[in-house]
């Protein structure tokens, strides 16, 4: 069989990365002016758009829940996304499997008791698919929530990683997710631990899991640390510009 | 500086037995974990004060400031814009009906000698109602028309708690009048 080398003998994958290696994360919030909070998010070419409306007045009064708020998650590749193109339909089930697993994610993490009969919308469009969708909105909607100001647990990070011959390799972009490898997506919260979604559409040997799980969570651990670094550079950012305006800075209070 | 700023996820301390959480923290563990991005408030009490920005949706109780949209003889619509003090983001949909206008003399009331379409009302919610609107309550003498126009299109003056009168013309219309509580200026 014809199969691509997915990691040489010298241990480089496809694109040249080592087997534990993430690929360049690069993120900014606060992208869009309407929406209450927003993230742009880059992991490798995966780039995600990330808009969060909310908590406001639920748009279907039946749904309304009157001890905690829904969540409402929204997510759609642009026909552009991918090498082919394809044009979006309305009720694709893999989208909306994906939409579930999001939303399920999120209201593990999100205070929604605080917000009673409201609704938090979700929206996540991939501008460029190169593996790796979900853990890029997963990631992108943590930080756009918190730019929206919604109280959450804690962060919520996600990784991918692969399987190939028994050597787990992390991030796995288009070319290796392609091929037939088995891909775990992980998400966890990374300050207790805790995993929050976990999921394998493919078999795996039970002897290579446990290394699998825990270069995933290796991975999960480097993504909070550059999230994290987002968010408070941006924080500093704005504690800088407030007090440039008056001398004694009291809160982080944004228009 | 100062102010401690803090992310979610972030440990703010050990929980006390004698502490109420804050807004912004939350439990875990017995640690005050903070759920939003913002700054330590200084007070011994722990508490996040992030971006200022609440959800502002009306609750049982609430006191919110609305215009009158349309009236027919059985309720004025309102287009709720504040709660409180807040201002909302987008206008909710409130109902006074003909039953809510006043404490007392009930069923002598007449929608149009209460409210006219274009008057600010101060009113109080008192059910969160059905599918579309809340119902609100002017039946308390701090609540009622605040401000409306005359015919003429003159600011009117209330003359008591019934009336209105327009500086211009004389003219003498009947409102549901809130009593504003005197501000020393």
Known sequence: MGRLELLSPEGLRVDGRRANELRKVSAKTGVLAQADGSAYLEMGNTKVLAAVYGPRECRMRSQALHDRAIINVEFTQATFSRIERRPTRKFDRKNMEVQLQIRDTFEAVVDTTIYPRSQIDIYLQIMQADGGQVQACINAATLALINAGVAMRDYVVACTVGNVDGTPLLDLNHIEESQGTPEITLATLPRSGNVVLIQMESRLHMDKLEKTLQLANDGCAQIHERLDEVVRKELRDLVHKVGQHSNTVRGVSTA | ?185
């Open chain 2, 1 to 185: 500086m100062s102010t401690r700023i803090v992310v979610p996820g972030e440990r703010l301390g050990p929980a006390r037995p004698d502490q109420t959480l804050q807004a912004g923290t939350y439990l875990r563990g017995g640690n005050v974990v903070a759920t939003v991005v913002g700054a330590v408030g200084a007070d011994d009490q722990v508490s996040v004060q992030g971006k200022s920005r609440k959800a502002a949706i009306p609750t049982v109780g609430a006191q919110v400031t609305g215009k009158v949209k349309r009236i027919n003889s059985r309720m004025a619509i309102v287009s709720i814009m504040m709660i409180g003090a807040q201002p909302v983001k987008e206008d909710f949909e409130g109902v006074i009906r003909v039953e809510n206008v006043r404490a007392t003399e009930r069923d002598k009331v007449q929608i149009p000698k209460c409210f006219r379409p274009g008057d600010i009302v101060r009113a109080e919610v008192i059910s969160l109602g059905e599918a579309h609107s809340y119902i609100l309550s002017t039946a308390k003498n701090e609540l009622g028309v605040i401000f409306a126009q005359s015919a003429a299109g003159a600011t009117m003056i209330p003359i008591s708690w019934e009336e209105m009168q327009c500086p211009v013309t004389g003219a003498i219309e009947n409102r549901k009048v809130c009593q504003i509580e005197n501000t020393s200026q």
